[in-house]
């Protein structure tokens, strides 16, 4: 598992990042390696710690999350 | 050369926009939000940092609803062209600027139809009345200044978004000469889209402005292409900003635009729109004390005015008064309409034009005694 979930612009891979960091959360901004086929020309967020709180935190502020590997 | 010819942009910028725009166009000429190399994801990071700055800044919580444009002029005719349908009419205030009712009036091919609410200076509830009696059952939205270009009159744009929501009308508000003077709080505001020029009172380079969609009803895209991101989409993506923001954007000024919010806010909005509008007041008394000097506007009070001065000399045209202040006296004023008609109709001065002064932050007392002083020599 990467913990990683791909976002559909780097505006929005950063407000999620963002918003992330506000909760304690650290997490990278990356460009996506292509290797999902429609990922390519998007971006993603790879997520240290507490990977499932965060995609809760990212659904709860309207943040599109378009692909994701990571812990259930 | 004095220069009091802000309105149309300001000049000179502060150096940390200066400095910015070189240090980047040096160093880091990359574009944003397309390449995952180290320099590109810098450049988006800088683009991301404005975005936030400018939604700070305009009080909205999400960055992804500020769109970067060229100017306040694309912002408006993104909203106009973009929510406007067959069979809507629009409302407009009688202080547009040609950015406004250009848009509109080629709407009318489309079968939009629009009305004018005249501007009663000093009289808001008037003014208030009149966009109310301009509402039809088809009226879609309402777009109005937030101050006029020409005249500095500064609109009830607060009363008049709230009338429109009453009616379930969209509003937009053109910022171009208020933003970076008057605060703006979008969060405690009816106002639906606000147009705002970077490049003014915001002291950014040219080439900036910004869309800022503060409710849920997205205007159809302006222009498609590529936004470097879902890539393999024939359609344009419905996401924001990217709907709004195809092809290679203005990096350097947008990271200026940036620079230039963190010297209003390091000044104080409050401080510059005092300093700037009480310069505006000295010219007022002075020049009009003057026989051949004609002045249109009542007193420029604090809070009904924003810092823009129109005049004329009496047997004189606008544009020779402005040509002689530049050649004999090397004072920058702008002379003419504008770009702005409608205000002038209701002026009387669509035959003349005026002459128009708006100092800036950088202005000084002694700049205004120039112009004085010259005006005294020429009438």
Redesign the interface.
Known sequence: MDNVVQLSSATHAMRARDLLRKRGIRSEVRRVSGKKGRGVCSYSLKIYNRFDEAIEILRGNNIRIVGRDGAQ | MIYLDNGATTSPKPGNVVNSVCALTRNLSAN??R??HRLA?KA??L??NA??TVSDFFSVD???RVVFTLNCTTALNIVIKGVLKKGDHVIISGYEHNAVLRPVEKLKERGVTYSVAEVVEGDDDKTLDNFRNCIKQNTRLVVCTHASNVFGIKLPVGRICALCHQYGILTCVDAAQSAGLLPIDLKNSSIDYLCIAGHKGLYGPMGTGALIINCDVIPDSFVEGG??????DYNQ?E????RFESGTPNFTGIVGLMKGIEFVKSRGIENIYRKELSLVQNAYERLGSMKNVILYTGYPEFGSYVPVLSFNLADKDSESVGELLSRRFGIAVRAGLHCAPLAHKSKNTLDIGTVRVVPSAFSTQNDINALVSAIFKIK
């Open positions: 944003p939000g390449g995952g994801m988006a990071e683009v991301y975005r936030t999400d960055p992804s936004t470097g991101s879902n890539s393999y993506p996401i924001l900003p990217d």
